[in-house]
């Protein structure tokens, strides 16, 4: 497959940038619109980005906007788009300062060994994140996209590394992070569902902040859809602060058939 240009922008209609891993993995390109923050530009920049967006074949399209902002929000749904999820913001502000908890299952990095078990965990543990959420988007390909994630993570393919808990020799659980100078940055946490309902994700939380002490991390940020809130109030629990929430909101292309498994397609047969 041949990918698009990776962004198209200008100063007046903010800039559409093509997800790049999002479009190998799905086969057909998808972008992300960092939109004005005028609401009255928000339907005259679409209607000027859609041309190109139609040519280059792009079938899916997000974009973020504060949830605050019901203006803005109002416009971006006049140019087409839908909310498909509601994002916190939170993390510690003091990771040295964070009192420990006492944690039962041990943390390590993940190895080469680990990705057979590690990706077949990430194929089906996620229910919720934006492309889950989604009606009109296959599960086949939100379930892979994870999958994929966490290989690209552990492999070197993107930034970021995986740590893992086990309980009895199984993967329990894992969460992949990037880390920047005295930054780290959560991209995903994960608990395998054999262990649903257990004290996984506590142990996996706590021990993390254990592991970034010794290793001068002074801060942590993440975001968690809203749908979680068991996973929201863990990380309250353990000293997280909560900063901001956005709507996310996605546009589909007309050009673009709604999924054979998705919950809409019996409509469409």
Request: hydrophobic share 45%; aromatic share 6%.
């Amino acid at each position: 497959m041949t990918l698009p240009p990776q962004a198209i922008n200008n100063e007046k209609d903010g800039e559409l940038t093509v997800l790049m891993m999002d479009t190998e993995i799905f086969g057909f390109p998808v972008a992300e619109w960092a939109l004005p923050m005028e609401a009255n530009r928000v339907v005259p920049a679409w209607s000027r980005f859609l041309p190109r967006a139609d040519e280059l074949q792009i079938r899916l399209v997000s974009c973020r906007v504060p949830a605050h902002n019901s203006e803005l929000l109002a416009a971006v749904q006049k140019a087409g788009f839908r909310v498909v999820d509601c994002m916190v913001s939170l993390g510690l502000r003091n990771v040295q300062r964070t009192p420990l908890d006492p944690v039962p299952l041990p943390l390590r990095e993940a190895e080469n060994r680990d990705l057979e078990e590690l990706e077949a965990i990430a194929g089906k543990a996620f229910q919720t994140g934006r492309y889950h959420l989604d009606p009109l988007f296959p599960r086949a390909l939100a379930d892979k996209r994870y999958a994929v994630w966490v290989r690209n993570a552990l492999t070197g393919r993107m930034p970021g590394s995986v740590l893992v808990v086990e309980h009895e020799d199984t993967i329990a659980g894992f969460l992949v992070q990037k880390i920047d100078g005295d930054h780290c940055q959560g991209q995903l946490a994960c608990v395998n569902p054999k262990f649903k309902h257990t004290i996984v994700m506590h142990s996996l939380l706590a021990a993390h902040t254990a592991w970034l002490q010794p290793r001068g991390i002074r801060k942590t940020t993440g975001r968690i859809s809203i749908g979680l809130m068991q996973a929201i109030n863990l990380n309250l629990v353990l000293h997280s602060e909560l900063r901001q929430a956005e709507y996310v909101l996605h546009w589909h292309s007309i050009h673009y058939p709604v999924g054979k498994d998705s919950p809409l397609s019996l409509a469409h047969e």
